[in-house]
């Protein structure tokens, strides 16, 4: 049974309590769910203590029939979840900026496009964004903490110049940072104002904004449910059509990539998290509903669905219990947990002309975690 208690704010914690036997590894899934997001709103009132909860899943050797077969426990682990300030900021990635390092399709080029990326301060956000500068792409990076994505704007630009030495400043990428709450269509029109005044046109976009919340579903606040509602749904909604709008006036071409989860195809055990489910669910058949109504006018929309990946998040909580790792990896049939560079050739691809025929598509990158 499921059991969610609220501490206050300070501790932005959450404890899990895991055991996997044999005849249930295959149905648990262990995942750090509980994501402090720069794209993240914050609460109006009280219930914003919430941010932070606990869950503990239980049963004996032989379940009962009033206890799900598939949650575990183990007295032994402890998970807790730092707080934001805790969390280190996600480093740009080493010789990723450079040209032509190795030979491969032209089709794959981004050179001469104009890419968006929304929560794309940190994480995955910010990673797949640097594979879109080391592609050719110019880049405009949305974040509601808009002095992280200008630090992280000019450290892309330090790190591509370092990788290109001798290369002259006029072919240097373009790389911006605007503040956008993705939730609010207002605030989204006026980012996207703000992007074409200073790039002129926009060809690419990648809805990185989102965040999650573990809370079993009688105990779910509606205004947190509401607010996850609006980053990860909304948010791909709002920035999707206004950029299919700007498409639509040039008559242009373009490229869409929401990212989703592998929570939008599966239940996710023992953690209780059914809106985040649904969200991410929503994301990727919005992908597809929207790759049907805008293919006639060359708008391609895709998702990828990310499996277990080692952010900055996970791997501070797998340096405190490195006995995690373990349990975590004997689930995925690739026996690792993914890092956000494998998101890198996923999202260049479904960006740029090499996929002109995918449209539509849900890629889950998990390491086939979702095939077991």
């Given at each position: 049974?499921?059991?969610?208690?609220?501490?206050?704010?300070?501790?932005?914690?959450?404890?899990?309590?895991?055991?996997?036997?044999?005849a249930?590894?295959?149905?648990?899934?262990?995942?750090?769910t509980?994501?402090?997001?720069?794209?993240?709103?914050p609460?109006?009132?009280?219930?914003?203590?919430?941010?932070?909860?606990?869950?503990?899943?239980?049963?004996?050797?032989?379940?009962?029939?009033?206890?799900?077969?598939?949650?575990?426990?183990?007295?032994?682990?402890?998970?807790?979840?730092?707080?934001?300030?805790?969390?280190?900021?996600?480093?740009?990635?080493?010789?990723?900026?450079?040209?032509?390092?190795?030979?491969?399709?032209?089709?794959?080029?981004l050179?001469?496009?104009?890419?968006?990326?929304?929560?794309?301060?940190?994480?995955?956000?910010?990673?797949?964004?640097?594979?879109?500068?080391?592609?050719?792409?110019?880049?405009?990076?949305?974040?509601?903490?808009?002095?992280?994505?200008?630090?992280?704007?000019?450290?892309?630009?330090?790190?591509?110049?370092?990788?290109?030495?001798?290369?002259?400043?006029?072919?240097?990428?373009?790389?911006?940072a605007?503040r956008?709450?993705?939730?609010?269509?207002?605030?989204?029109?006026?980012?996207?104002?703000?992007?074409?005044?200073?790039?002129?046109?926009?060809?690419?976009?990648?809805?990185?904004?989102?965040?999650?919340?573990?809370?079993?579903?009688?105990?779910?606040?509606?205004?947190?449910?509401?607010?996850?509602?609006?980053?990860?749904?909304?948010?791909?909604?709002?920035?999707?059509?206004?950029?299919?709008?700007?498409?639509?006036?040039?008559?242009?071409?373009?490229?869409?990539?929401?990212?989703?989860?592998?929570?939008?195809?599966?239940?996710?055990?023992?953690?209780?998290?059914?809106?985040y489910?649904?969200?991410?669910?929503?994301?990727?058949?919005?992908?597809?509903?929207?790759?049907?109504?805008?293919?006639?006018?060359?708008?391609?929309?895709?998702?990828?669905?990310?499996?277990?990946?080692?952010?900055?998040?996970?791997?501070?909580?797998?340096?405190?219990?490195?006995?995690?790792?373990?349990?975590?990896?004997?689930?995925?049939?690739?026996?690792?947990?993914?890092?956000?560079?494998?998101?890198?050739?996923?999202?260049?691809?479904?960006?740029?002309?090499?996929?002109?025929?995918?449209?539509?598509?849900?890629?889950?990158?998990?390491?086939?975690?979702?095939?077991?």
């Open positions: 049974m499921f059991k969610a208690s609220v501490f206050p704010p300070i501790f932005h914690s959450l404890f899990r309590r895991i055991t996997i036997t044999p249930a590894s295959r149905f648990i899934s262990f995942t750090p509980l994501c402090n997001s720069t794209t993240s709103p609460s109006d009132n009280n219930e914003d203590t919430l941010k932070s909860a606990s869950t503990t899943a239980s049963t004996s050797e032989s379940p009962s029939a009033h206890e799900g077969r598939y949650a575990r426990t183990d007295e032994s682990v402890r998970v807790e979840y730092p707080p934001d300030h805790e969390i280190p900021p996600t480093a740009v990635v080493q010789g990723r900026g450079g040209r032509h390092f190795k030979r491969t399709l032209a089709s794959f080029s050179e001469g496009r104009v890419s968006v990326i929304t929560g794309g301060a940190r994480g995955l956000g910010l990673v797949m964004g640097q594979a879109l500068v080391a592609s050719g792409s110019d880049l405009a990076i949305v974040d509601l903490n808009v002095q992280e994505a200008q630090e992280q704007a000019k450290n892309m630009r330090h790190q591509f110049q370092a990788e290109n030495p001798g290369l002259d400043e006029k072919s240097f990428p373009k790389i911006t605007h956008a709450d993705v939730g609010n269509p207002e605030s989204v029109d006026n980012g996207i104002t703000e992007i074409l005044k200073q790039h002129g046109r926009i060809d690419h976009l990648v809805t990185s904004a989102g965040f999650t919340e573990n809370f079993d579903a009688v105990s779910y606040p509606h205004d947190r449910m509401q607010k996850l509602w609006s980053v990860n749904v909304d948010g791909s909604y709002l920035f999707a059509v206004a950029v299919a709008k700007h498409l639509m006036s040039r008559k242009s071409p373009g490229s869409i990539v929401f990212i989703g989860s592998m929570s939008g195809a599966i239940v996710n055990v023992p953690q209780p998290q059914a809106p489910n649904a969200a991410k669910a929503a994301v990727r058949h919005l992908a597809a509903s929207l790759a049907v109504e805008w293919a006639k006018v060359g708008i391609r929309v895709n998702c990828i669905s990310p499996g277990y990946m080692l952010t900055a998040l996970t791997r501070k909580i797998l340096d405190d219990n490195p006995d995690l790792k373990q349990k975590w990896t004997s689930l995925i049939p690739q026996g690792k947990m993914g890092t956000p560079e494998d998101l890198m050739g996923a999202v260049t691809f479904l960006l740029s002309d090499a996929s002109k025929y995918v449209t539509g598509a849900d890629l889950r990158v998990d390491g086939g975690y979702t095939l077991t």
